[in-house]
T-cell receptor
Framework: EPEVTQTPSHQVTQMGQEVILRCVPI?????FYWYRQILGQKVEFLVS????????KSEIFDDQFSVERPDGSNFTLKIRSTKLEDSAMYFC??????????????FGDGTRLSIL | QQQVKQSPQSLIVQKGGISIINCAYE??????FPWYQQFPGKGPALLIA?????SEKKEGRFTISFNKSAKQFSLHIMDSQPGDSATYFC????????????FGTGTRLQVFP
């Protein structure tokens, strides 16, 4: 079964450094998402991306965050200058358009980001 | 208004018993209600989903009950098994909001043999 893959599985970074989290969505999917989950808390929406542009972003997704689809397969989340509070599990998800909205979102296994 | 409230926070069930997890929402624009199952170290995996035009959906041992007037929906796991031990998240999305998922706070289910 096709799956969303994320790399690395664990990223340790010094505060203030830039970090790039990578995702390979399911190949025929056209909608892409990033979510984060702080340890022990709920999964929170960060950003959605369609047709090479951001569709929607949450309050969390400030100027330090950016997303990019650099080629036909990868989808990346960049945090420009990491803060301690960015420590979380980051999940990438993708869905296919179908003929109606609300197609199931398929999640990767996440990247655990630890900021020191 | 975008919140989804989930209860209980944790649930312990004997093998063979019924596990029930409840969620409530306020935004009447929500029109898609999935449940996700998450095992430690893994991403959320879609378990079952419902739209508000039906009051119940069943897939195997998993059933969603939906009460549109009360703005509540629940997950029932029949004949609970130790392999069902995981964290369960309800979620909701709105067709007009690019389908971002608003998640509940999660329920940690433990099924003992």
């Amino acid at each position: 079964e096709p799956e969303v893959t994320q790399t690395p599985s664990h990223q340790v970074t010094q505060m203030g450094q830039e970090v790039i989290l990578r995702c390979v969505p399911i190949s025929n999917h056209l909608y892409f998402y990033w979510y984060r989950q702080i340890l022990g808390q709920k999964v929170e929406f960060l950003v959605s991306f369609y047709n090479n542009e951001i569709s929607e972003k949450s309050e969390i997704f400030d100027d330090q965050f950016s997303v990019e689809r650099p080629d036909g397969s990868n989808f990346t989340l960049k945090i420009r200058s990491t803060k301690l509070e960015d420590s979380a599990m980051y999940f990438c998800a993708s869905s296919d358009p179908g003929f109606v909205s609300n197609q199931p979102q398929h999640f990767g296994d996440g990247t655990r980001l630890s900021i020191l | 208004q975008q919140q989804v409230k989930q209860s209980p926070q944790s649930l312990i069930v004997q093998k063979g018993g019924i596990s029930i997890i409840n969620c409530a929402y306020e935004n009447t624009a929500f029109d898609y209600f999935p449940w996700y199952q998450q095992f430690p170290g893994k991403g959320p995996a879609l378990l079952i989903a419902i739209r508000p035009d039906v009051s119940e959906k069943k897939e195997g041992r998993f059933t969603i009950s939906f009460n549109k007037s009360a703005k509540q929906f629940s997950l029932h796991i029949m004949d609970s098994q130790p392999g069902d031990s995981a964290t369960y998240f309800c979620a909701a999305s709105n067709i007009d909001n690019t389908d971002k998922l608003i998640f509940g706070t999660g329920t940690r289910l433990q099924v003992f043999p």
